[in-house]
């Protein structure tokens, strides 16, 4: 049993701890809730304080296995960790029945009208619970340690599909009162953010021999068919971790709004939109999501403290399948420009080195503000040096090993050191690389012919030379232009090459954010026309950061992101919030709800900034 707190959670050592979930949950489109129960079982049947994490959730009652009512109380709202529902387990007693519906408040919900879909015909909702969101949906142990199985039968207006991160066990309609219930069955424990949510008018396809797609009608085919290499991805996973541990893989393309690129739900993938380009190009999002079905789902960090194991593992072996499926260099190309990215989140936090670290201590703070590419990109760089030092054959035994020795846990950076340093003791500077700020200085180089076929053109205009770029090159090249660039070079570039309006958004939003650095007009207004339609963070990010860091375009950050605050995910608004706050920007510049006009125009008076 592991001693070691959990700083996200109300879960101590040595509590009855929830080990699976039963959930009913009816879904309500007009009022935008769920009304719940939840039969929670639990590891121990001593009895005992039992503190369940929440956060908005309005409880109805609690009762025992044979019905008598539980007392419980609902403590102070904690701005990170939500509040806590306190209750004396009996002893003797190892489950607890919870009714309860969620609130508008819940941050790991987001209800679309018919408007915001590509049909334009149904609501749809779903569900986003990492990285501690899951307790606005579920009263539970919401951490990474405690993992959990769950059953869950969930009703729905009649004419809408549910679909949960699980296998489908039942469908049932009522024409009494015109729903439909599905039932799900997912026995094997993960951590609670993977139970997902989504109800809405999708359909699926059939694009591999373990796997469906599902999304909205209108959108599917060409979904099927930028994701029909998915088997080719999942036979590369399994070449490095081992057979495949969750049955069948199924994905979802989400609404625009979703705010990540994608999530590693066993049973139900989620991906954005912005990859379905029609050249495959952005497949490679599908394996990172597919590395951590071993990586974050089977072996698990202990917390947010211990993410690294989650990140650092996925995007190691990202780039393994990457380089299995469509070579070296390209895999090599992701990891270079990633470099990039990972040394813009360390000047981010130039004043706040601890979280440049691997192992951190997030005690306080929100893991979602605190969020970079430290975890993926230092962790999958780490790994990566380690393959070096011992040799790949060597290497790659001690990989397999390590997810069939943990499977299903959760483990803290300390047992992994204990566990590595019984492979390859001293083999390269663990502490160093888990404890240190920044980079090591054995950070291994990296380069990609990408690369040096685009450093040729430097900060220059291609030419005849350069007309059969792929998607790859003009990625290298526009990430490595520098900003100002004078308005004759964007135009002469944009003309030539449509870039304002490229179908690929690494490369737009690449190109965009060079011009809106550079004052380029046209930039800046199609900046502004894409952030009403994407909600993927990654491009929220560099965009807002990008028109707020200039006087000229600060106002237009700020009407644009009022206008569009409630198209966003409760998360990406709070981790695009936090960006603003970051350059003392007022809470009022860009806040319908704390005293601005409601209007759709910015604050841009001095008090825009504090």
Same mark, same amino acid.
């Given at each position: 049993?592991?001693?070691?707190?959990?700083?996200?959670?109300?879960?101590?050592?040595?509590?009855?701890?929830?080990?699976?979930?039963?959930?009913?949950?009816?879904?309500?489109?007009?009022?935008?809730?769920?009304?719940?129960?939840?039969?929670?079982?639990?590891?121990?049947?001593?009895?005992?304080?039992?503190?369940?994490?929440?956060?908005?959730?309005?409880?109805?009652?609690?009762?025992?296995?044979?019905?008598?009512?539980?007392?419980?109380?609902?403590?102070?709202?904690?701005?990170?960790?939500?509040?806590?529902?306190?209750?004396?387990?009996?002893?003797?007693?190892?489950?607890?029945?919870?009714?309860?519906?969620?609130?508008?408040?819940?941050?790991?919900?987001?209800?679309?009208?018919?408007?915001?879909?590509?049909?334009?015909?149904?609501?749809?909702?779903?569900?986003?619970?990492?990285?501690?969101?899951?307790?606005?949906?579920?009263?539970?142990?919401?951490?990474?340690?405690?993992?959990?199985?769950?059953?869950?039968?969930?009703?729905?207006?009649?004419?809408?599909?549910?679909?949960?991160?699980?296998?489908?066990?039942?469908?049932?309609?009522?024409?009494?009162?015109?729903?439909?219930?599905?039932?799900?069955?997912?026995?094997?424990?993960?951590?609670?953010?993977?139970?997902?949510?989504?109800?809405?008018?999708?359909?699926?396809?059939?694009?591999?021999?373990?796997?469906?797609?599902?999304?909205?009608?209108?959108?599917?085919?060409?979904?099927?068919?930028?994701?029909?290499?998915?088997?080719?991805?999942?036979?590369?996973?399994?070449?490095?971790?081992?057979?495949?541990?969750?049955?069948?893989?199924?994905?979802?393309?989400?609404?625009?709004?979703?705010?990540?690129?994608?999530?590693?739900?066993?049973?139900?993938?989620?991906?954005?939109?912005?990859?379905?380009?029609?050249?495959?190009?952005?497949?490679?999002?599908?394996?990172?999501?597919?590395?951590?079905?071993?990586?974050?789902?089977?072996?698990?960090?202990?917390?947010?403290?211990?993410?690294?194991?989650?990140?650092?593992?996925?995007?190691?072996?990202?780039?393994?399948?990457?380089?299995?499926?469509?070579?070296?260099?390209?895999? !090599?190309?992701?990891?270079? #420009?990633?470099? $990039?990215? +990972?040394? =813009? @989140?360390?000047?981010?936090? &130039?004043?706040?080195?601890?979280?440049?670290?691997?192992?951190?201590?997030?005690?306080?703070?929100?893991?979602?503000?605190?969020?970079?590419?430290?975890?993926?990109?230092?962790?999958?760089?780490?790994?990566?040096?380690?393959?070096?030092?011992?040799?790949?054959?060597?290497?790659?035994?001690?990989?397999?090993?390590?997810?069939?020795?943990?499977?299903?846990?959760?483990?803290?950076?300390?047992?992994?050191?204990?566990?590595?340093?019984?492979?390859?003791?001293?083999?390269? !500077?663990?502490?160093?690389? #888990?404890?240190? $700020?920044? +980079?090591? =200085? @054995?950070?291994?180089?990296? &380069?990609?012919?990408?690369?040096?076929?685009?450093?040729?053109?430097?900060?220059?205009?291609?030419?005849?030379?350069?007309?059969?770029?792929?998607?790859?090159?003009?990625?290298?090249?526009?990430?490595?232009?520098?900003?100002?660039?004078?308005?004759?070079?964007?135009?002469?570039?944009?003309?030539?090459?449509?870039?304002?309006?490229?179908?690929?958004?690494?490369?737009?939003?690449?190109?965009?954010?060079?011009?809106?650095?550079?004052?380029?007009?046209?930039?800046?207004?199609?900046?502004?026309?894409? #952030?009403?339609?994407?909600?993927?963070?990654?491009?929220?990010?560099?965009?807002?950061?990008?028109?707020?860091?200039?006087?000229?375009?600060?106002?237009?950050?700020?009407?644009?992101?009022?206008?569009?605050?409630?198209?966003?995910?409760?998360?990406?608004?709070?981790?695009?919030?936090?960006?603003?706050?970051?350059?003392?920007?007022?809470?009022?510049?860009?806040?319908?709800?704390?005293?601005?006009?409601?209007?759709?125009?910015?604050?841009?008076?001095?008090?825009?900034?504090?």
């Amino acid at each position: 049993m592991h001693t070691e707190t959990d700083p996200h959670s109300w879960l101590r050592p040595g509590m009855p701890r929830t080990t699976h979930v039963d959930w009913d949950a009816t879904v309500d489109f007009e009022r935008k809730r769920l009304r719940c129960s939840v039969t929670l079982t639990f590891d121990h049947a001593d009895g005992g304080e039992v503190v369940l994490d929440t956060r908005q959730l309005r409880i109805h009652g609690m009762a025992r296995a044979n019905g008598e009512p539980l007392a419980f109380t609902v403590g102070e709202t904690d701005e990170v960790l939500g509040e806590p529902l306190r209750f004396e387990l009996p002893a003797g007693d190892d489950t607890v029945r919870i009714d309860y519906e969620t609130t508008e408040d819940a941050t790991a919900l987001q209800w679309l009208a018919p408007e915001q879909t590509s049909a334009g015909t149904h609501d749809f909702l779903f569900s986003q619970c990492q990285t501690i969101h899951a307790r606005s949906m579920i009263p539970l142990h919401d951490s990474m340690s405690a993992k959990v199985g769950f059953h869950a039968r969930v009703t729905v207006p009649d004419g809408y599909t549910a679909l949960m991160s699980a296998k489908s066990a039942s469908e049932t309609a009522s024409p009494a009162d015109g729903t439909r219930t599905y039932e799900f069955e997912a026995p094997q424990p993960r951590p609670p953010y993977l139970i997902v949510l989504v109800v809405g008018n999708v359909t699926s396809r059939r694009i591999g021999p373990r796997s469906l797609i599902w999304a909205e009608p209108d959108e599917l085919p060409a979904a099927a068919e930028e994701f029909s290499g998915v088997e080719d991805l999942l036979v590369a996973a399994e070449n490095l971790y081992g057979p495949y541990p969750w049955g069948d893989l199924d994905l979802i393309v989400m609404p625009p709004s979703y705010p990540y690129g994608g999530l590693e739900n066993p049973g139900l993938t989620f991906l954005s939109p912005t990859l379905v380009l029609g050249d495959k190009s952005e497949v490679g999002v599908l394996s990172h999501e597919i590395a951590h079905h071993w990586s974050g789902d089977l072996v698990t960090g202990h917390s947010m403290n211990h993410f690294w194991v989650n990140e650092g593992f996925t995007t190691y072996a990202e780039r393994r399948i990457t380089e299995a499926t469509v070579g070296v260099d390209v895999a !090599d190309l992701w990891t270079a #420009l990633a470099i $990039d990215d +990972l040394r =813009a @989140d360390f000047a981010y936090f &130039a004043e706040n080195p601890e979280l440049t670290r691997l192992r951190k201590d997030l005690t306080g703070q929100d893991p979602d503000t605190t969020s970079s590419w430290v975890a993926h990109e230092k962790g999958g760089l780490f790994l990566r040096a380690l393959e070096e030092k011992v040799g790949r054959e060597r290497f790659d035994a001690f990989f397999k090993q390590f997810f069939a020795d943990f499977a299903y846990r959760s483990l803290t950076t300390e047992e992994f050191l204990e566990y590595i340093d019984g492979f390859f003791p001293g083999a390269i !500077d663990y502490r160093e690389w #888990l404890y240190g $700020d920044w +980079l090591p =200085a @054995d950070t291994p180089k990296v &380069a990609s012919r990408f690369l040096t076929e685009t450093e040729a053109v430097g900060q220059g205009l291609p030419g005849a030379a350069q007309a059969d770029w792929t998607a790859e090159h003009w990625k290298a090249y526009l990430r490595r232009l520098t900003a100002p660039k004078d308005a004759d070079f964007l135009e002469t570039l944009d003309r030539a090459h449509a870039l304002t309006t490229s179908v690929n958004l690494e490369i737009r939003v690449a190109w965009l954010t060079l011009g809106v650095r550079s004052g380029y007009a046209p930039a800046v207004m199609a900046t502004a026309e894409l #952030l009403a339609g994407v909600g993927r963070m990654k491009y929220l990010k560099v965009l807002y950061d990008a028109l707020a860091d200039r006087e000229e375009t600060l106002p237009l950050a700020l009407s644009t992101y009022r206008a569009n605050r409630g198209f966003y995910h409760p998360i990406a608004r709070t981790v695009v919030e936090s960006r603003f706050e970051h350059l003392g920007i007022a809470p009022s510049a860009y806040r319908d709800d704390t005293g601005d006009t409601g209007d759709g125009s910015a604050d841009t008076s001095e008090g825009a900034r504090v």
